[in-house]
């Protein structure tokens, strides 16, 4: 007689819970961009949610204990010229965020504690070289301040964000990049392509170690590294049925698994738990979430359960564990968008009876440090990230773990053009310099300790100060040539002015004279005729007098 054995597993009876409507995150405007991106990336002090807005791109960024309806006003992060297209948060620290938008910039962003009390427009660091639109950013798991981004130029660039410098360009592809991925450690990275292949290199280099034909549908498709090394992968065949696959990194084009899920447009992300090795996707449309445990024995992929909801979702957020409340035996906790403006909180939860801290549920996690510095890992050195036991470190605050150390500041150091130092001698150059020593450094190092400065300056720098000052010079000498002709018009206006007065004092004069002119002339003429009268009086006296003698 013949019986089925029940496989064992610790997760087989995890159960998901949505929290109450109080509880979760109302009243925000979730973008409408039809980019392929979960718009929502969680940490353990802030959630941050790609919206829509006027003028550019933005993104709002809320405490976790600000839930409920959120102010149509609150403040964003919106500092982008178009559509922000993703984000993600820095694994080494909780307060920097990275954003990739449709104006072609990454821009990286430091959140004060507690949350934005103003619209927040200027970035700690622009990353300027991509050619069109940016839809990935993906931060390194080990190594500090390393961020990898993709274009739809097809190009890939790992960035060292404490220096604003490039320290890898893969130009290898022949289409868009739909996904990247690290491995555990960081020394290899895999990659899946619109020419329906998935790729696996080495970041250092930029070299194709290998690379296979990953799903063949031709809408997008998802790769990530498990722990231990595998691929899992998610797409769609010929006939528009999505699928997964496990595949060994040397033996891409024989997929361990390949599974057929269902019927339907919506882009599946795989979101991975490596403590646990369960992985939810989260279809964009649907209204499940599905997850799965990934096993050594055979079929190596473990159907558990279905987390159903009423509505769908456009993007979904997973919080690292290190956020999530262990007194629950939760191990995992999803931000789920719905179209309605709703942000959802999901609980996954492990049936315990026990209060007390369980172990097997919860091995040592990812920390908040880095495990070696972005110079480091370039010269070629590899390193598991570092990890801590949450018993030890955990801090229940509104059920989540709250970090213990103090707030990071991420700082650039912008590094001089070698160039310009060849010509250290002339004026120029000692203009420079003292530019170059007046910038300031920046690194993870906690607030109270301020940043030293360093001399290091760009070429573009130099030219921004160039053309700025240019510009000021351009300005100065237009409103000198107003205040000229102003001057000039008011000069001629006095002139004018006074040589009317003139005029008519001397009008004045000329009249005053003619008038005592001919007052003088009436006068004397008036005396003549007085004169004339008296001399004819007096003559014709005379006459008579002689007459009469």
């Known amino acids: 007689m013949s019986f089925r054995v029940v496989r064992s597993s610790k997760f087989r009876h995890v159960y998901g819970q949505a929290l109450k409507r109080e509880q979760c995150y109302d009243n925000i405007r979730v973008s409408k961009s039809s980019w392929d991106s979960t718009f929502c990336a969680v940490n353990p002090k802030f959630l941050a949610i790609i919206v829509e807005s006027a003028g550019g791109g933005a993104f709002i960024v809320l405490p976790h204990n600000k839930v409920g309806r959120i102010a149509a006003d609150h403040p964003l992060v919106g500092g982008h010229k178009g559509p922000v297209l993703d984000i993600a948060w820095c694994p080494h620290n909780d307060n920097v965020i990275a954003s990739g938008s449709e104006d072609c910039v990454v821009k990286v962003w430091q959140i004060p504690d507690g949350g934005l009390s103003r619209t927040l427009t200027e970035p700690v660091v622009d990353l300027v070289f991509h050619q069109r639109r940016v839809g990935l950013v993906l931060w390194h ?213 026990s209060d007390l801290f369980q172990e097997d549920l919860y091995p040592d996690t990812l920390a908040e440090d880095a495990a070696v510095t972005a110079e480091e890992w370039i010269t070629g050195t590899d390193a598991d990230p570092i990890t801590f036991s949450l018993k030890d470190r955990v801090s229940i605050v509104q059920g989540g773990y709250v970090s213990q150390s103090a707030n990071k500041s991420l700082s650039v150091t912008r590094k001089a053009n070698i160039l310009n130092r060849a010509s250290a001698g002339t004026s120029k150059s000692a203009s420079n310099a003292t530019l170059v020593s007046s910038t300031s450094t920046i690194s993870n190092n906690n607030a109270s300790s301020a940043p030293a400065p360093v001399s290091g300056i760009t070429e573009k720098d130099v030219r921004d100060i160039t053309d700025e000052i240019r510009k000021l010079k351009a300005i100065i000498v237009k409103h000198e040539n107003r205040i000229r002709a102003l001057e000039a018009a008011f000069r001629s206006q006095d002139d004018d002015t006074d040589g009317g007065l003139v005029a008519r004092n001397a009008a004045n004069v000329t009249n005053n004279t003619s008038n005592d002119t001919k007052a003088s002339d009436s006068h004397n003429k008036e005396t003549n005729e007085q004169s004339g009268n008296n001399d004819n009086h007096g003559t014709m006296a005379s006459s008579r007098a002689s007459d009469e003698v």
């Open 141 to 353: 798991p080990s190594a500090l301040n390393v961020l990898l981004t993709a274009g739809s130029d097809n190009q890939v660039v790992i960035w060292n964000v404490g220096t604003g410098e490039i320290l890898v360009h893969i130009d290898s592809h022949p289409d868009i990049v739909y996904s990247a991925c690290f491995n555990w450690d960081g020394s290899k990275l895999v990659t899946t392509c619109k020419d329906k292949k998935i790729r696996i290199y080495d970041p250092r280099n930029g070299e194709i170690e290998s690379e296979a034909l990953c799903h063949e549908g031709s809408k997008a498709t998802r790769a990530i590294f498990l722990r231990h090394g595998l691929i899992f992968t998610t797409g769609f065949n010929r006939s528009s049925e999505r699928q997964y696959s496990l595949r060994a990194p040397d033996a891409l084009s024989e997929p361990i698994v390949m599974v057929e899920l269902d019927t339907s447009n919506g882009v599946m992300f795989p979101l991975y738990d490596p403590d646990t090795n369960l992985i939810y996707l989260c279809g964009k449309g649907d209204s499940v979430i599905r997850y799965f445990e990934v096993t050594p024995e055979p079929p190596f992929v473990h159907y558990i359960n279905t987390f159903q909801t009423p509505d769908p979702q456009r993007g979904i957020g997973m919080m690292p564990k290190r956020g999530c409340d262990v007194t629950t035996c939760e191990i995992a906790k999803f931000y789920r968008l719905n179209n309605n403006g709703l942000c959802q909180v999901i609980s996954m939860t492990v049936p315990r009876k």
